[in-house]
Nanobody
Framework: QVQLVESGGDLVQSGGSLRLSCAAS????????MGWHRQAPGKQRELVAT???????NYADFVKGRFTIARDNAKNMVYLEMNSLKPEDAAVYYC??????????????WGQGTQVTVSS
């Protein structure tokens, strides 16, 4: 019923920039929060940034000042602008949304992930 599709992952040099996008589609009544998590090989998935429907943002300490999250409520999209990328930022980045489907309670939904590779 709901799909989250990420795009924008790529190979980039250390110090470079990337912009990730995520589009939510389906029988969506309302989206509360959207965000990004990441998972590197051999590590647990970790929160990168979230943004509430009103625009309040939250960032992991390791991306503060480098990454910016934004959303377009009209398009059900969330973006992650990543600057000054480091090799340790390399991971699969997953889009996340807490939303309510028509006729149902709210739930958490995830995209399939997009690979970000940072070369040193």
């Amino acid at each position: 019923q709901v799909q989250l599709v990420e795009s924008g992952g790529d190979l980039v040099q250390s110090g470079g920039s990337l912009r990730l996008s995520c589009a939510a589609s389906g029988s969506i009544f309302t989206i509360y929060a959207m965000g990004w998590h990441r998972q590197a090989p051999g590590k647990q998935r970790e929160l990168v940034a979230t943004i509430a429907s009103g625009g309040t943002t939250n960032y992991a300490d390791f991306v503060k000042g480098r990454f910016t999250i934004a959303r377009d409520n009209a398009k059900n999209m969330v973006y992650l602008e990543m600057n000054s990328l480091k090799p340790e930022d390399a991971a699969v980045y997953y889009c996340y949304a807490r939303l309510r489907v028509y006729g149902s309670a709210y739930g958490d939904y995830w995209g399939q992930g997009t690979q970000v590779t940072v070369s040193s």
